[in-house]
């Protein structure tokens, strides 16, 4: 954890201290769930929590900034942001059920209060956010149709409203597909200092944008 707080100065020693809970934990249910590959489970905190935390180097939250992680899985980013921003309110949601369980055992057990984990699809959560989160769940088009619906428009955080979207690779068709482009490109191998992430990035779209978004929506 020395070398994470070295990339991250704003997380306090008290953050710190919980995300090291958190590994514990994680590392305590990935030998139940396969929520990470197991030959992929010893580099969590350099492939897994290191990529979500980079976020905070670029993303202040007001106080009650709410927040929607869609596929969240082992609560990746979710779970990691709700420690580093507990002013603001995470709602997690995935549609099998014993990753929800997971997410909501570690809250419980860290005493995160501004956490709700929900086993749903994104297209029925009736509410809106401030910002939707998602790491590598789908491609972006089939991304964007189930939460297109949930962003708030607006800017009183550091970054405007809308989506960040965790993901790598060519995305030139993909963007061609929902007809915008990332206001913002946070290069993850730049930020880490670590050379795999090559060519992995947050995306960060305005939520001013997402509506004109030509997209199809799945059957």
């Given amino acids: 954890m020395d ?14 201290q919980r995300l090291t ?11 139940k769930i396969n929520l990470i590959s197991r030959k992929d489970i010893e580099h969590l905190e350099s492939r897994h929590l290191a990529p979500c935390l980079a976020i905070t180097n670029h993303l202040q939250l007001m ?14 980013p979710g779970l990691i942001m709700a420690i580093c921003y507990p002013q603001a309110q995470f709602t997690l949601v995935d ?7 997971v ?3 570690i809250a419980e057990r860290l005493g995160l209060r501004n956490v ?38 607006g800017q009183r955080n550091s970054l405007p409203n809308g989506v960040l979207y965790w993901k790598g690779g060519d995305l030139a068709a993909e963007y061609a597909a929902i007809g915008i482009e990332p206001r913002r490109r946070i ?5 880490l200092k670590d050379p795999y992430f090559a060519d992995k990035y ?9 509506p004109r978004a030509r997209v199809p929506n799945p059957q």
């Fill in 202 to 210: 947050i995306l960060h779209f305005d939520a001013r944008d997402v």
């Fill in 187 to 191: 290069d993850l191998q730049a930020e």
């Fill in 21 to 31: 809970e958190w590994a514990v934990l994680l590392r305590e249910w990935n030998e």
């Fill in 116 to 153: 709700v984990a929900r086993q749903a699809r994104a297209e029925s959560i009736q509410r809106e956010f401030d910002f939707i989160t998602g790491r590598a769940v789908k491609n972006l088009p089939e991304y964007f149709s189930w939460i297109k619906g949930n962003l708030r428009r």
């Fill in 3 to 16: 070398h994470l707080m070295q990339l991250f100065p704003a997380l306090s020693k008290n953050e710190m």
């Fill in 63 to 76: 106080q009650g900034a709410r927040v929607m992680d869609v596929g969240t899985g082992g609560g990746f």
């Fill in 103 to 105: 997410v909501q055992d």
């Fill in 95 to 101: 549609s099998i059920g014993k990753k929800v369980a």
